[in-house]
């Protein structure tokens, strides 16, 4: 109460916050063996954290209320974030994919002056459905009546590195949205623990050229 949350490390703050769910001690133990941390406690799904950790449903119930609170509220404020920048695009995809367990794929129309002005989501599509995903990109794209998108896809179990099916997707779309006179001004994969803009790690793909978008002077390490 004097101090706030911030002065708990994440294992003392994990084990505070479930005490109060009527988890027992033994449970707890387990729990922190396994994950350490809130993050990838809330991650988990909750049948997984009631058959292999012990939990009680209510318990694994407000673990995963957390990170839906916080994905609630970046969605909310969608309309007041600005990405003018490959590095506001990274944080505004990280925040957007907190409390998805599992891939997911999103696109966000940006009006002239780079403010986010509409948001669509699905579950990730395979390589296979490729074209599909063109398709519902356009659908979308054209719908919002905007001149630009950004893309992006999570990795929740694994690190923020673009796939062969990744990059040829990335062509298909910038291909199919050419022809209507929208740009397709990044792609970003949000992994675990990392970031990635695919503007930045393959600028070999031509991504939409506009000057209200930086990235970051790095080299490419993804030749």
């Known amino acids: 109460m004097q101090n706030g949350a911030e002065s708990l490390s994440d294992a003392e703050l994990l084990e ?3 005490l109060h769910s009527g988890a027992g001690e033994d449970e707890i133990r387990l ?8 993050k990838y406690a809330a991650d988990t799904s909750p049948d997984i954290l009631t058959s292999l950790y012990g939990l009680n449903i209510s318990t694994a119930v407000l673990l995963k209320l957390i ?9 909310n404020q969608k309309s007041e974030l600005l990405i003018n920048s490959s590095e506001k695009a990274k944080k505004y995809f ?5 409390g998805y ?10 009006s002239s002056g780079m403010w986010v002005s509409d948001c669509y989501v699905s ?12 398709r519902n990109i356009v659908r979308f794209a054209l719908k919002t009546q905007q001149k630009s998108i950004i893309i992006a896809h999570n990795h929740p179990d694994s690190a923020a590195e673009a796939s062969q099916c990744d990059i040829s997707a990335t062509k298909k779309i910038i291909a199919a949205l050419k022809p209507l006179g929208i740009l397709l001004i990044d792609h970003i994969i949000i992994g ?11 600028p070999q793909l031509n991504f939409g050229s506009i000057s209200g978008y930086k990235t970051s002077a790095q080299p490419n390490y993804y030749k």
């Not at 729990?31 to 809130?38: A, D, E, K, Q, T």
């Open 192 to 202: 675990r623990e990392s970031s990635l803009s695919l503007r930045e790690a393959f």
């Open 31 to 38: 729990l922190l063996s396994g994950f350490g941390n809130i």
């Open 16 to 18: 505070f916050l479930i």
């Open 67 to 75: 990170p839906a609170i916080c994905h609630e509220k970046s969605t």
């Open 101 to 110: 367990s599992t891939e997911h794929f999103t696109a966000v129309a940006l």
């Open 123 to 134: 579950s990730s599509e395979s390589a296979s459905e490729t074209h599909e995903k063109c």
């Open 94 to 98: 990280e925040n957007f994919f907190t």
